[in-house]
């Protein structure tokens, strides 16, 4: 919202400079974005706490002047040259300002021509470049003309983008003052939050001024008479729904002669951000800017017109399915029945509260203003803003709600506006249908209310001052206070919601800054601790202190994306195998992922080619739509992706070698080793996303908790891994299974005081028998006596024979209680050899 | 007579030649060589005691003490020697072995978190201190848990603050900030007082550009008790901003306006990157804007379960990514879900 200071001024004084200013309404809840300077001088800052922008007009060199002739220029017809009078000397200025050209030789001007006038040194913007591009203006000669000053547009000046003729002030503007004293302005650009609509406007930001700083407001007033022929009978209002139209205002004005609006009028609507029309165009926006209430003005005679010459009767109501009408914008409309319509008896007239018909709009010709200033239902303006795409500034007030009050104030306002810029007569008295008035708020508050929610103590008299500057109406009682909304607000609830709502206005007059700031005293909750987010936390410790890079990817991605996980020969589900978005952004983000794998291997895929060693884990949920449950089962799942060289190469070892299946095998080992979990058992799986030699099933007791191994060739094949010349190693684990295999608590063994017995054995086996089995052989016939089993080499070759292998073990013999002899450990190795030649058939290597 | 004298003389002559000859010894075999000949059992000085027999009874201690004295001496230098040398040996090995320390050392890989968790850790730690549980819930949700309970009913202009995925079943989107929790922990507790933080993963419908992002971390702050006041809320956020921004950073809470807090404040702190100046960071202004906060709506503690005549509350949002960036000038949101190992090194 653009707010131009020379129209705030119009309502409350205001004698802080600029950034005070900014200051003061940004820290009440009207956050300042910018300050636009448009010919004021930068206030000096210590600090930049607001964002200054726009151009400063030196007072010497930038003034009012009056141009007392235009001459033709001697040797070109596109150009004119200007007697022209700055209050202290003459000058002839060039210019090529196609609105001075009807000036063109008539001599000295009766009524001469108020300009802004520029002289040699001035800092202007450049008019020729698009943009706003700062020069200083020099003396040069132009078609053999000396110029050194010259007459300015908006555009020069940095008022708007207009640069097609100059400015023509009004004539009362005093010739030789400074252009900065004349006119110097400055623009807020206030965001408006949601719930001070009533702030959209000039008189709503004036009021906020006022009562932050204490000063008087001064309300808008009509000055012309309102005595023509009465409206009474000239028109009907019918409302069908008060619901959707809770007031309906007509005022008339006759005989009314549309013509540009004075430049003042002209100059504020353009720093509002709003194109100057008409005088009479210009009133209805004018009036919005100024006190919020959206107008829309009818060609009375095509009304009459429309009813057959009658006076016409104008209804409000739903639209009719399927109903059309086209808008001004020259746009056939089909509408909803939540749309509101104003018609008449011949049909549509308008969309209520968005924008207008283009039939019954004014035009140039118009002579008598019908003027509608109405309220409407802000949930069904919002759905036809929506539905239609249609938003406009009216619709923007009355999606937020407009006070039925203004109604009213608008139309006496309006007219009054009219009749100042168009002339014609204002007709006496109104049509007003206001079928159920608005009753406003009252709410009680007390003092001990402010005192529990804002931790300080306000008197009665000092709550009721602090709202009486917003004009709410308070009656003292005691700690009781009673609240009076003002009629020009909805944002007031009733009861405790109210109380809620006075006590946010009285903390904002207040001022947050003089709350003092305490800390919190009251009873500690129950300290619950969230077990599984400090599992995770500790499992990611575990992750990165083993090399591994955490990533978060997107959690929205698109069958598409997933379906190069599928085995070969799959294909997609039904659609209710995803939760699908009904307004995806793009195409390849339109569902909640499925695969955390598929994920983290896109993020493999981005990386490939950076980096020689690359090992990623994600923890994160996948989403799986549940049947006959509205919300989807969200599970969480650990991801784990190797790729590259297991060391990075370095000067002195330039040879690499490249990771594979028992790296990743070791990475969870350590994983799950570092979170105690007991009883893990590797089994082969064949999911086909692997190698199917090599890919491991992880088992937990009987429980079944991820699986790991090499992508599958097919699968490497679909994405851009093969420059790669390394394997991809992954790992899917289910998170919440891995969280119920870790052990709550376990118990810490005694460090040994006797000395161990170190033994290796080495066993040759068929080729089928897998380790695991042989450890398993070991482990149990060993029993307590063999506290370590490790695998140390594994050969095949010639002097085993083929088909068979040979393992190496080192076992560690030792008694918690003695030093174990020879002998005993002589017994076990035996017992163990024995067992492996009979369940393995498994020979001692010599 | 003359034997006695003879034998002192040479005593001394012994004793001159050798430590004469023990300072042009350089090496470890020369010093061997060295003992053998000087102090070895057939030693000039080691014969002198075969001779004490040729002096008188008299003159025969006072021979033997004065060799012994040689001997002594002899022992001694050859010590001294042996040191000396073994000081030089070892610092010709560690001149020797000198390497160049401007070579590259060995760098075991070193895994990484994410920056947002890294940012989000710092948050847990902050707020743990002070008490806050920390509580997740999900991410697709309820529009009623999104929205309504939250105060915002459908097509409640306050509805355009958040642009939000729906999914294709009626009534169910994807969150658009962490708030749903807060009446999930206030159902599961009231009327027990609540301290909870809630992160979480959360959506808005908008176009992924350097600025906005269509998935971030949110993480609230919800306060429920008996006597939670406006002053308890601005010193813990303070007090939060200190640690989190360091000592001096400057605050100031700004009203503003959300549906589910009443009254609603944008806290900002004072940029640390220009000290309030204005620069890129700041966009000119001086301050940047961390979080949205304020004392709960009494309609979302009604809906919480928690009488709004006896409880009040406060909440409080911020975006660990969007303080990430603040905190390292990072000028793009979307490294963060690019995961370009070139960005998440740096962290």
């Known amino acids: 919202m653009k707010i131009v200071l020379s129209w705030l001024r119009d309502f409350v004084d205001i004698d802080m400079p600029l950034d005070q200013l900014a200051r003061l309404l940004t820290m009440a809840g009207l956050e300042v974005e910018e300050v636009r300077l448009v010919g004021l001088p930068m206030p000096p800052m210590e600090k930049h706490e607001f964002k200054f922008t726009g151009l400063s007009w030196d007072a010497d060199k930038i003034v009012v002047a009056q141009i007392n002739e235009v001459m033709s220029h001697p040797n070109a017809d596109r150009l004119v040259l200007c007697k022209l009078w700055d209050g202290q000397q003459e000058h002839i200025v060039l210019t090529g300002a196609p609105n001075l050209f009807p000036y063109k030789g008539q001599g000295s001007l009766s009524a001469p021509l108020k300009v802004a006038y520029a002289k040699e040194g001035a800092r202007i913007y450049d008019g020729h470049q698009s943009g706003q591009v700062l020069t200083t203006l020099k003396r040069a000669k132009i078609r053999g003309v000396e110029s050194y000053s010259m007459v300015c547009s908006e555009k020069e000046l940095g008022i708007s983008d207009e640069h097609e003729g100059v400015i023509i002030l009004d004539d009362d503007a005093p010739t030789g003052m400074p252009l900065v004293e004349y006119m110097g302005d400055a623009v807020f650009e206030i965001s408006i939050l949601p719930n001070m609509i009533r702030n959209a406007c000039h008189l709503g930001v004036a009021r906020e001024i006022a009562a932050l700083t204490g000063k008087p407001l001064r309300m808008p007033v009509s000055k012309m008479p309102a005595d023509g022929p009465s409206i009474e009978d000239q028109v009907r209002i019918e409302i069908t729904d008060p619901s959707l139209n809770p007031r309906f205002v007509f005022g008339l004005i006759r005989g009314v002669r549309s013509q540009p609006s004075?430049?003042?009028?002209?100059?504020?609507?353009r720093l509002a951000g709003m194109r100057p029309i008409n005088s009479t165009v210009d009133a209805t926006n004018y009036v919005m800017l100024e006190i919020n209430q959206p107008l829309h003005a009818f060609d009375y005679d095509v009304l009459v017109q429309r009813a057959g010459g009658k006076p016409p009767t104008v209804i409000t109501r739903p639209a009719y399915p399927g109903e059309k009408l086209t808008t001004l914008d020259n746009v056939e409309r089909t509408l909803d029945p939540f749309t509101i319509m104003v018609t008449d008896t011949a049909g549509a007239l308008s969309l209520a509260g968005v924008m207008g018909g283009l039939e019954s709009e004014i035009t140039e010709n118009t002579q008598n203003v019908l003027l509608e200033g109405a309220t409407w239902n802000f949930v069904n303006i919002r759905r036809t803003v929506a539905a239609q795409r249609l938003p406009s500034e009216a619709a923007y007030r009355f999606s937020r709600g407009i006070h039925p009050a203004l109604a009213m104030q608008g139309v006496q306002l309006c007219l009054d506006r009219m009749a100042q810029w168009s002339g014609g007569q204002i007709a006496s008295g109104f049509v007003d249908a206001y079928p159920e008035p608005l009753v406003d708020p009252r709410v009680v508050i007390t003092t001990e209310d402010v005192q529990r929610s804002l931790g300080i103590h306000l008197s009665a008299e000092q709550v009721a001052d602090l709202l009486s500057r917003l004009e709410f109406t308070c009656q003292v009682e005691g700690e009781r206070i009673t609240v009076q909304t003002p009629p020009h607000r909805l944002d007031i609830g009733q009861g405790v919601v109210g109380v809620a709502d006075l006590i946010e206005e009285i903390a904002r007059i207040y001022g947050y800054d003089n709350i003092p700031a305490s800390r919190l005293a009251d009873t500690l909750p129950e300290q619950k601790g969230n077990p599984s987010l400090e599992m995770e936390e500790k499992i990611k410790d575990i992750l990165v202190g083993l090399g591994l890079q955490e990533v978060i990817t997107y959690r929205l991605t698109s069958p598409e994306r997933e379906a190069r996980l599928l085995p070969p020969g799959l294909s997609l589900g039904d659609v209710s195998y995803y939760v699908r978005l009904q307004n995806p952004i793009a195409a390849d983000r339109c569902v909640m992922r499925r695969s955390l794998l598929s994920s983290v291997l896109e993020v493999l895929e981005h990386n490939i080619r950076l980096r020689d060693h690359l090992a990623f884990f994600e923890i994160g949920p996948v989403y799986i739509p549940q049947q006959d449950e509205l919300l989807p089962d969200e599970k969480p799942q650990l991801v784990i992706v190797l790729s590259g060289c297991r060391d990075l190469p370095s000067w002195d070892q330039p040879e690499v070698q490249m990771m594979d299946f028992y790296d990743l095998k070791g990475i969870i080992e350590s994983l799950l080793g570092g979170?105690?979990?007991?009883?893990?058992?590797?089994?082969?799986?064949?999911?086909?996303?692997?190698?199917?030699?090599?890919?491991?099933?992880?088992?937990?007791?009987?429980?079944?908790?991820?699986?790991?191994?090499?992508?599958?060739p097919l699968i490497m094949e679909r994405f851009d891994f093969e420059s790669a010349g390394s394997p991809v190693l992954a790992a899917e684990i289910d998170f919440d299974a891995l969280l119920y295999a870790i052990p709550s608590r376990r118990e810490i063994k005694p460090v040994p005081l006797f000395p161990p017995v170190l033994e290796d054995i080495a066993v040759v086996v068929d080729e089928d028998?897998?380790?695991?089995?042989?450890?398993?052989?070991?482990?149990?016939?060993?029993?307590?006596?063999?506290?370590?089993?490790?695998?140390?080499?594994?050969?095949?070759?010639?002097?085993?024979?083929?088909?068979?292998?040979?393992?190496?073990?080192?076992?560690?013999?030792?008694?918690?209680?003695?030093?174990?002899?020879?002998?005993?450990?002589?017994?076990?190795?035996?017992?163990?050899?024995?067992?492996?030649?009979?369940?393995?058939?498994?020979?001692l290597r010599g | 007579m003359a034997q006695y004298e003879e034998l002192l003389q040479k005593l001394e002559?012994?004793?001159?030649?050798?430590?004469?000859?023990?300072?042009?010894?350089e090496t470890e075999t020369d010093l061997q060589t060295w003992r053998t000949a000087h102090l070895g059992r057939n030693a000039a000085v080691m014969q002198i005691f075969t001779q004490l027999g040729q002096v008188s009874k008299e003159q025969r201690p006072l021979l033997g003490q004065r060799a012994n004295q040689v001997k002594l001496a002899l022992e001694t230098a050859f010590e001294e020697r042996e040191e000396t040398l073994k000081?030089?040996?070892?610092?010709?090995?560690?001149?020797?072995?000198?390497?160049?320390?401007?070579?590259?050392?060995?760098?075991?890989?070193?895994?990484?978190?994410?920056?947002?968790?890294?940012?989000l850790r710092r948050i847990f730690a902050i707020f743990a201190e002070m008490g806050f549980q920390i509580y997740r819930s999900r991410d697709v949700e309820t529009d009623e848990y999104n929205f309504e309970l939250l105060n915002i009913p459908a097509y409640h202009p306050a509805r355009d603050m958040w642009d939000t995925f729906f999914t294709t079943t009626p009534g169910v989107l994807l969150r658009t900030h962490t708030s749903p929790g807060q009446i999930h922990i206030m159902r599961e507790n009231a009327p027990n007082p609540v301290r909870v933080i809630l992160p979480g993963m959360c959506y808005r419908y908008e176009q992924i550009s350097a600025r906005s992002e269509i998935q971030f971390n949110q993480v609230e702050l919800l306060v429920v008790?008996?006597?939670?006041?406006?002053?308890?809320?601005?010193?813990?956020?303070?007090?939060?901003?200190?640690?989190?921004?360091?000592?001096?950073?400057?605050?100031?809470?700004?009203?503003?306006?959300?549906?589910?807090?009443?009254?609603?404040?944008?806290?900002?702190?004072?940029?640390?990157?220009?000290?309030g100046k204005g620069c890129s960071v700041c966009k000119g202004c001086g301050w940047l804007e961390?979080?949205?906060?304020?004392?709960?709506?009494?309609?979302?503690?009604?809906?919480?379960?928690?009488?709004?005549?006896?409880?009040?509350?406060?909440?409080?949002?911020?975006?660990?990514?969007?303080?990430?960036?603040?905190?390292?000038?990072?000028?793009?949101?979307?490294?963060?879900?690019?995961?370009?190992?070139?960005?998440?090194?740096?962290?």
């Open chain 1, 262 to 269: 004075p430049y003042w009028v002209q100059r504020r609507l």
């Open chain 1, 675 to 712: 979170l105690c979990v007991q009883d893990v058992k590797y089994e082969p799986s064949d999911d086909p996303v692997f190698h199917p030699g090599k890919c491991a099933r992880i088992l937990v007791g009987d429980a079944d908790i991820g699986v790991f191994g090499e992508l599958h």
């Open chain 1, 769 to 843: 028998i897998s380790s695991d089995r042989v450890m398993a052989v070991i482990v149990e016939t060993g029993g307590a006596l063999l506290t370590d089993v490790r695998l140390f080499d594994v050969y095949r070759g010639e002097q085993v024979g083929q088909g068979k292998k040979s393992l190496a073990y080192k076992l560690t013999y030792q008694a918690p209680d003695r030093t174990l002899t020879d002998a005993e450990a002589t017994r076990i190795r035996q017992r163990i050899i024995d067992a492996l030649g009979e369940q393995l058939d498994a020979q």
């Open chain 2, 13 to 25: 002559e012994i004793q001159s030649n050798a430590l004469n000859s023990l300072e042009k010894v």
């Open chain 2, 87 to 119: 000081k030089i040996a070892l610092q010709e090995t560690l001149v020797r072995d000198r390497l160049d320390v401007t070579l590259p050392g060995r760098r075991p890989i070193r895994g990484r978190l994410h920056p947002a968790t890294q940012t």
């Open chain 2, 225 to 275: 008790g008996r006597n939670i006041t406006f002053g308890d809320f601005k010193g813990t956020l303070t007090d939060f901003a200190r640690r989190m921004f360091g000592g001096h950073a400057r605050t100031r809470l700004r009203p503003s306006y959300f549906p589910f807090t009443e009254p609603s404040a944008e806290m900002d702190v004072e940029c640390f990157v220009c000290g």
């Open chain 2, 290 to 347: 961390i979080m949205g906060c304020g004392m709960v709506h009494p309609v979302v503690l009604q809906n919480g379960g928690y009488d709004p005549n006896e409880f009040s509350g406060f909440a409080a949002g911020m975006g660990p990514e969007r303080i990430t960036m603040l905190l390292h000038c990072v000028d793009d949101i979307r490294y963060f879900w690019g995961n370009d190992v070139r960005f998440l090194e740096q962290f």
